[in-house]
């Protein structure tokens, strides 16, 4: 089946709307349901979003360990399930947005909907850097195992882990300070060249914003469902029982 994808100023706001309201739903259920959606619609429109996913198996990690740790204690067992899950969503509804999309036309519609350049050169910039990070990780990695650590979960392990962790991210500061110097230098405007004009002609996508439209009034119908059962006093929910 092929879609037009929702390159366009309305389909961007009913993504970023239902980005919103995924992250405001907390009911498990509910959850679920926009999961299933996702992924049919995924399957049947983009299913390389599936091999996307799969090379970012390391988010599932993070995702498994994060609620590992709400296992100690009893309301953190309530919240893990639906935290999870939640998580699970967004981060799926992203790279079905990117893979679906793309993620040069993503930015140019920033800039049609007049949201700050600033924002938009940091997404750009913490996309393109995200490969160059990776493959410090690896070398820095590579070189504390040359030195004799050992991969596991041992205190002294994760104490280095996260030492170098944090070399890393301060390297990587001063490196983005250094493009913002090389780049001004050269004459840098503030905006990108490749972003500033789109000649093409592109038609308006009717079946993508009809999908957008009705997932964002599920999304929506569920987080104003939970807030007024949340809110509602318990009388009346029992007279509503009746």
Not at 46 to 74: D, E, N, P, Q
Not at 85 to 112: A, H, P
Request: aromatic fraction near 12%.
């Amino acid at each position: 089946m092929s879609i037009t994808p929702p390159s366009t100023r309305p389909g961007t706001i009913l993504i970023m709307s239902v980005f919103i309201g995924l992250g405001l739903l907390d009911n498990l259920l509910n959850l679920f349901i926009c999961l299933v959606i996702i992924n049919l619609f995924a399957l049947l429109v983009v299913r390389s979003m599936f091999i996307t996913a799969w090379r970012c198996k390391g988010i599932l990690v993070f995702f498994v360990l994060t609620g590992a740790t709400l296992l100690w204690t009893k309301e953190g067992r309530s919240l893990a399930p639906a935290l999870i899950t939640k998580m699970l969503v967004m981060w799926l509804w992203s790279t079905f947005w990117i893979t679906w999309v793309g993620f040069e036309r993503i930015l140019l519609t920033f800039e049609k909907l007049k949201i700050p350049p600033v924002l938009v050169h940091i997404i750009a910039f913490t996309a393109r850097f995200l490969p160059i990070l990776s493959e410090r990780l690896k070398m820095m990695l590579a070189a504390q195992a040359s030195r004799g650590a050992k991969k596991g979960v041992h205190p002294l392990h994760l104490y280095n882990l996260a030492g170098g962790i944090g070399c890393l991210l301060v390297s990587s500061f001063e490196q983005a300070e250094n493009v913002e110097r090389a780049m001004q230098s050269r004459g840098f405007s503030g905006r990108y060249p490749l972003l500033v004009e789109d000649n093409d002609v592109v038609a308006v996508p009717y079946g993508s914003l009809t999908f957008l439209f009705l997932f964002t009034s599920i999304v929506w119908f569920g987080v104003i469902y939970n807030v007024l059962c949340n809110s509602c006093p318990p009388g009346i929910l029992s007279l509503s029982k009746w």
